[in-house]
Structures are given as C-alpha cells and as structure tokens.
C-alpha cells in the first residue's frame, strides 16, 4: 500500500541552528514527492517538489530537500533556522503524471527556541 | 499560482445540521481536490471534483455525507450533512494542473457542538 512516514512528531531546534526532517514513502514507482508547511491557523504552502532530474531541489524560504531513491526518502533541511520556521511540515507524495491525488505524512510539528 | 479563497473561514455549528463549504478560485481549474484534516492529524483526501461529471470519492467517505458542487472551473462547494461532533475538522480544498502541484486555500474550522 502506499504510504507516507514522517518518524518525527515534534521536533525542537534552537535558532539559528540546522534542521533536517525525515520522510520515507513507500509507493510502487517513484512518485512526485511534496513537502508542505502550514502555520498556525494557515492552510497548506508548497515548500518545494521533486517530479524528476536533480535528486536536490531547492525550495522557498532557504529550505531544500534531497530524494534518495535507494532509501525511499525525500528529507527536508535548512542549514539555519529562523524563529518563523516554527509550523507543521507534511511530506506527501503523488502519482507521477496526471492529476496526482496526494497522500499526506503525519506531519513534523516544529518548535524553535530563542 | 492560483489564489484559494474558501468561506466561510470557521464556523460553529448545532450537531445535525448541515453546512456548504465553498471554494473560489481566481483562475480556471480543470480538478479540484478536498480534503479533511482531523484535529491533530494529518490530511486526508474525500474527493475530486472535475467540472461537468459526479465528484470520485475515497474510500470511507460518501456523497450523502459529503456532497459536492462543481457549477463550473473555478468555484466547487462541500456540504458536510446531519453533522456529529466527530465532524469537527478543518477542510480544505486544493487545486492542481497537470502534473503540477496542488495549492491550497487556508481551510474551514469546522466545530460540532
């Protein structure tokens, strides 16, 4: 079945310090792969995606994520991270091609310390 | 990318009543995309909506319960019917190109009293 798995519940970082968040797919091909940030009281914003080529995309806000095809895993990171950073992250993953319906991790919760 | 705009942004509402949802866009869309997202979890997808043909749900989720409008390409409704307080989510709706990435509206807070 595919699936989406974020091992992190919550994580807490100190600013300015680095940030990686773990996400592992399991899916029948490699799929277009999502990672998301919703703050409090926001609906869901488009980080940054993989469809295909470089194995390391950049993304909006100093966020980048790397795929790893032999590891079935899209990680997250930042190398410093600011106190607005402070949100839920979901990774999620979609069928290649098409209109992709996608399937949501359980999401990071992160906190950021002063 | 599109702008979202969803209404009502939250609501309180009596258990058994009934309460439309609804999803504009500024930019014609061929699939719409609506999703739950249950206090503390994450999202899941209840169905897609494609202008001009019935709304494909997922698996646990039925039109009685939820059903859907899509009058035309940029605005779709979500009726959440004889509502429990187990209803009590956010719901949002998505839109996505071909091969593109869906973008989301910010959701409706949706309490069950």
């Known amino acids: 079945a595919q699936s989406v798995t974020q091992p992190d519940i919550h994580i807490t970082v100190s600013e300015g310090a680095s940030l990686e968040l773990r996400c592992n797919y399991s899916?029948?091909?490699?799929?277009?792969l999502f990672w998301y940030v919703q703050s409090p009281g926001q609906g869901l914003q488009l980080l940054l995606k993989y469809f295909s080529g470089d194995t390391l995309v950049q993304g909006i806000k100093g966020f980048e994520a790397e795929f790893k095809r032999s590891q079935s895993s899209f990680n997250l990171r930042k190398p410093s991270v600011h106190w607005s950073d402070a949100a839920e992250y979901f990774c999620a993953v979609g069928a290649p091609g098409g209109y992709n319906k996608l399937i949501f991790g359980a999401g990071t919760r992160l906190a950021v310390h002063p | 990318s599109a702008v979202i705009s969803q209404k009502p942004s939250r609501d309180i509402c009596q258990r058994g009543t009934s309460l439309t949802i609804q999803c504009q866009v500024d930019?014609?869309?061929?699939?719409m995309f609506w999703y739950r997202q249950q206090p503390g979890q994450s999202l899941t997808l209840i169905a897609t909506?494609?202008?001009?043909?019935?709304?494909?749900?997922e698996s646990g989720f039925v039109i009685d319960k939820f059903p859907i409008s899509r009058p035309n390409l940029t605005f779709s409704t979500l009726t959440v019917s004889n509502m429990s307080p187990e209803d009590s989510s956010i719901y949002l709706c998505?839109?996505?190109?071909?091969?593109?990435?869906?973008?989301f509206g910010d959701g409706t807070r949706l309490s069950i009293l």
């Open positions: 998505s839109v996505g190109g071909e091969s593109q990435p869906q973008h």
């Open positions: 909506a494609n202008q001009g043909s019935e709304a494909t749900y």
């Open positions: 930019s014609q869309v061929t699939m």
């Open positions: 899916y029948g091909a490699t799929p277009y």
